[in-house]
């Protein structure tokens, strides 16, 4: 526009506009608060202190503004644009300065009033003619339109953005097994929102899964698929699969979904997933990999390492089984569960990136740093090259339970064994100080130990665990599946975990490749 069409041009837009929201329908009365968005030339001739992103003061209702308002351009003199703006010092602080002709023509799109494009003529140049006008009108409303979809793209991907966000769990979190803080990237360069995601799920017994995953291709669907994924994960890991065994059955939901897609989507519907289960009494942590990138691991003495985990197939394909991994963790280890955008790079290998990520997290790690800032400094350091893929990230520092808060005590094959089990928990409650629970975990511990002893296989064996919640564990070799059942009145037997379910906060069973674990929970309310 400038110099070409006039000596000087600005483009003013509503402040909506740069959100991305619908502007007001109306210029006059001060309804459109306008913002400037470019000026040329960039700094000559224009009055000091005027910048681009500046407002624009708003106009008073005047004829001339009326037909602006009804998508006319209007040629104006100085003292015409004098009488509209209603403060000739305004004028001097505003515009260029000797200017004597304007031409302004409203960027009109859809419907909508999106702002004002201006062309001003100084000094000798001659004053704006009516064909002059008719093509002014013509260019601001290709340029309207282009601006107006630009603001749609802005509004559909800031709320793509924002739900994709409402998916994630929430950015830090802290447990018994550890803290974890979680970071979620959108690609750059104008790409559309993915379906990264990651998790931190606590689970009974103080343990915690750490889940990190990438949903084929981007946009809705891609966020969508991602939200169901996630919740699929969250309810098979309550009941506290192993690792693989949950991996396999995320297949089969993605391999459904991908039956249910439309036909030319079906061959797009994949994902990658890597899921792990740490305990923080063992301090041993299992983890399984649907072809997804291995986890990084930082020891408490800094030394960084890549987990050798054995890589699965894709969720998408199906058939094949998947293997686990079980590392020992030291308190204070930190865990980098990642997606490949993190380590995807223009130029670069995925070698090259997972080097930098590891020199990165060598180089910020420190256990006396917050996860949070440490996960803040390792996006800055990678802000000067904008990933091509979103990126999902979740670091955990681990934590153990003391050897003073567990106990054990191995069962004997014997009906004679229960007392002597409900003797040597009501020993550990005093030590421990929970006199309030003895009477409740008595009976726990009593009906628990004879269903192992009656129903289980030896060797068996009863835990406690003291946190801010008691935790009662009975575990056995046989694989055989307890059932909560409502006893009838005549039923001599039955009733034991019902009675369990009553006493306890909750109660639950998992499986192992050795047998299972009964558990119950009691809340631990210590005094103020």
Not at 33 to 40: E, S
Not at 137 to 153: E, F, K, M, T, V
Not at 170 to 195: C, H, K, N, R, S
Not at 408 to 434: F, K, M
Request: hydrophobic share 40%.
């Amino acid at each position: 526009m400038a110099p070409a069409f006039g000596d000087f041009a600005a483009v003013d837009l509503a402040e909506a506009v740069f959100d991305g929201d619908e502007p007001a329908k109306r210029l006059d009365g001060g309804d459109l608060c306008l913002r400037n968005a470019a000026m040329a030339p960039a700094a000559e001739g224009w009055p000091a202190g005027i910048e681009r992103g500046d407002p624009v003061p708003p106009f008073l209702d005047h004829p001339v503004l009326r037909s602006f308002q009804h998508g006319e351009t209007v040629i104006l003199s100085r003292e015409e644009y004098i009488s509209v703006i209603g403060d000739p010092q305004l004028v001097e602080f505003l515009l260029p300065k000797g200017f004597h002709s304007v031409m302004v023509a409203p960027l009109h799109a859809r419907g909508l009033t999106l702002g004002d494009v201006s062309v001003w003529r100084v000094g000798s140049s001659v004053p704006f003619t009516e064909d002059e006008a008719d093509l002014m009108a013509q260019i601001a409303s290709r340029g309207a339109l282009a601006i107006d979809n630009a603001r749609r793209y802005t509004r559909e991907h800031r709320a793509a953005v924002a739900l994709q966000r409402r998916l994630l769990p929430p950015a830090t979190t802290d447990a018994p097994a550890g803290e974890t803080a979680g970071v979620y990237l959108p690609a750059g360069g104008g790409a559309e929102i993915g379906g990264d995601w990651f998790d931190a799920i606590a689970l009974p017994s103080l343990r915690l899964a750490l889940v990190a995953g990438d949903v084929v291709g981007h946009g809705m669907p891609a966020s969508a698929t991602m939200g169901r994924l996630r919740a699929a994960i969250q309810t098979l890991a309550d009941l506290e699969l192993e690792p693989d065994e949950l991996l396999t059955r995320i297949a089969d939901l993605v391999q459904r979904l991908a039956t249910e897609a439309p036909p030319a989507d079906q061959d797009t519907v994949g994902a990658t997933c890597l899921y792990a289960v740490y305990d923080p009494v063992t301090q041993c942590c299992i983890l399984a990999s649907a072809g997804h990138p291995p986890p990084v691991l930082v020891r408490p003495d800094g030394t960084v390492e890549v987990v050798e985990v054995s890589p699965g197939p894709p969720l998408a394909i199906g058939g094949m089984p998947y293997e686990t991994t079980t590392i020992d963790l030291e308190p204070g280890s930190v865990r980098a569960l990642y997606t490949d955008g993190l380590i995807e790079r223009e130029g670069d290998d995925i070698g090259q990136g997972l080097r930098h990520l590891m020199d990165t997290l060598a180089a910020t790690c420190r256990p006396e740093h917050p996860l949070d800032e440490t996960g803040a400094a390792l996006l800055a350091n990678l802000a000067d090259q904008a990933p091509r893929d979103d990126a999902a990230l979740l670091l955990a520092r681990t934590r153990a339970v003391p050897a003073k808060d567990t106990a054990q005590w191995q069962i004997p094959a014997d009906p004679a064994a229960v007392s002597e089990a409900r003797a040597w928990t009501t020993r550990q409650l005093a030590r421990w100080g929970l006199d309030d629970l003895l009477f409740t975990t008595e009976l726990i511990v009593s009906e628990l130990v004879t269903n192992a002893i009656r129903y289980g296989r030896p060797p068996a064996e009863l835990r406690l665990i003291r946190h801010d919640v008691l935790v009662c564990e009975v575990t056995d070799s046989s694989p055989t599946q307890p059932r909560l059942r409502r006893a009838a009145t005549t039923d001599e037997g039955g009733r034991g975990l019902f009675l369990v379910a009553q006493l306890a906060m909750r109660w639950g069973c998992r499986y192992s490749p050795g047998g299972k674990t009964i558990w119950a929970e009691q809340l631990i309310e210590y005094p103020h």
